[in-house]
């Protein structure tokens, strides 16, 4: 027996505008695989447009990370069509694609956008460990006259966003066809969990201690709560790219066309302050924990094992709104470690808080926020999440 596992998969971001146009454009992106089948699939990405898109061309080829050695790309078809042609809001899974895949292979994908496309809706990658994506000037059909176009030249709406990070348009997902005994793990949450500085060395770990027999997929956005929708904030596009609440969204963005095993959900930290931030009344601790509540039975209604964590430090204790802030975070942590309907739960607050000042991250473990884990504070949180499940 077969089905098909997601090598690679990201939540589209709705920017609710256009934050750059691709015009003569290759994108190139190289994704770290674990999985072992002879034939592919993608999904196309034009979610949140009004627009149609227009990619002249698609390919797939493996890189052999032990040789170093490039597969001859293949054609990835839609609807017996070369030229692919994305109605408004769609995302529709490609034809199947005959392309050998092991685990020792990395997948690389290109898209050339020969006509003018605004990109409204991209996959974003922070830590770049699991996947990087690339883009040049010129065509796919002349390799040899390609310039590196920058991220900032590429997409300039994305500078907004004081983290670096790297953008694909026009795909997120890449599965293959697997034996079905091959497990699907899946993360979810807020900014902590899509900038991938603990999600990209878990991965890693996992494929190194089960090659060939998983695959992780991270289905972050950031800036998310998981209790309420996004509020309307004075930023380009109006916050939209925060997305829908949680608890809500986890059935889009885990289950439609894909089941995961296995789910960790790290999310309310963007609950506890968010609103404070913005001027407005925030939920109580209570009405965070039922959403992550609500989120749980979701992934358990569709058989997933659930984990979850509780939510680690956030911000400078000389913002205004930390000290009330934290206290909502403690409750809602309490009540995690009180219990509910998930199989396990970590407490990531615990490993991740100074001893000596609870309220505060460690120094050195975040990117100089006091909220989002670095790659150190990324990696211990792994290392955590790996010794007490998969070890």
């Known amino acids: 027996m077969t089905k098909w596992i997601p090598s690679w998969h990201s939540v589209p971001i709705n920017f609710h505008q256009g934050i750059g146009t691709l015009h003569n454009t290759v994108q190139r992106s190289t994704h770290v695989n674990n999985l072992n089948g002879s034939k592919i699939r993608l999904r196309f990405n034009n979610r949140y ?6 990619i002249e061309h698609v390919s ?67 830590a770049k460990e699991t ?13 040899d006259n390609l310039v590196l176009i920058s991220e900032a030249k590429a997409a300039p709406g994305l500078g907004s966003d004081q983290n670096p990070n790297a953008f694909a348009a026009g795909i997120s997902e890449i599965a293959v066809l697997c034996e079905d005994d091959t497990k699907l793990i899946a993360v979810f949450g807020d900014s902590i969990t899509h900038m991938s500085y603990y999600a990209d060395p878990l991965t890693l770990a996992l494929y190194k201690r089960f090659p060939g027999k998983c695959a992780v997929i991270n289905g972050g956005i950031s800036g998310n709560q998981i209790s309420r929708d996004h509020m309307n904030v004075p930023i380009p596009g ?34 506890t302050s968010a609103s404070m931030i913005a ?8 009405e965070i924990y039922e959403a992550l509540c609500s989120a749980v039975s979701t992934a358990k209604k569709h058989g997933s094992t659930v984990y979850v964590s509780t939510v680690t430090p956030t911000g400078y204790f000389n913002m205004p709104w930390k000290a009330p ?10 009540l995690i470690r009180e219990g509910g ?5 970590i407490d990531l607050d615990m490993i991740m808080r100074d001893p000596d000042d609870p309220g505060r991250i460690q120094e050195g473990m975040h990117l100089g926020d006091y909220l989002h884990p670095g790659p150190l504070g990324g990696k211990k949180m792994a290392e955590a999440i790996f010794n007490k499940w998969f070890k």
Not at 74 to 90: E, H, M, S, T, W
Not at 341 to 345: C, E, F, G, N, Q
Request: glycine share 6%; net charge negative; proline share 6%.
């Open 238 to 271: 109006g916050g939209a790219r925060f997305g829908s609440a949680g608890r809500d969204r986890i059935e889009k963005d885990l289950y439609d066309g894909l089941c995961p095993d296995i789910v960790f959900i790290l999310e309310g930290a963007n609950d």
């Open 325 to 334: 802030s934290e206290e909502i975070r403690t409750e809602y942590n309490r």
């Open 279 to 286: 001027g407005e009344p925030s939920p109580t601790a209570a």
């Open 49 to 54: 447009s009004t627009d149609e898109m227009h």
């Open 131 to 143: 996947w990087q994506p690339f883009h040049y000037t010129g065509s796919d059909d002349d390799p």
């Open 60 to 126: 797939a080829a493996t890189r052999n990370r032990i040789t170093g050695k490039l597969s001859a790309p293949v054609d990835v078809l839609l609807n017996g069509n070369r030229k692919i042609v994305l109605a408004p809001d769609a995302d529709p899974y490609s034809d199947e694609t005959a392309l050998a895949v092991t685990a020792d292979d990395d997948i690389v994908v290109t898209l050339y956008f020969s006509e003018e496309t605004v990109i409204r809706s991209v996959c974003l990658t922070y």
């Open 341 to 345: 309907s998930w199989d396990d739960m």
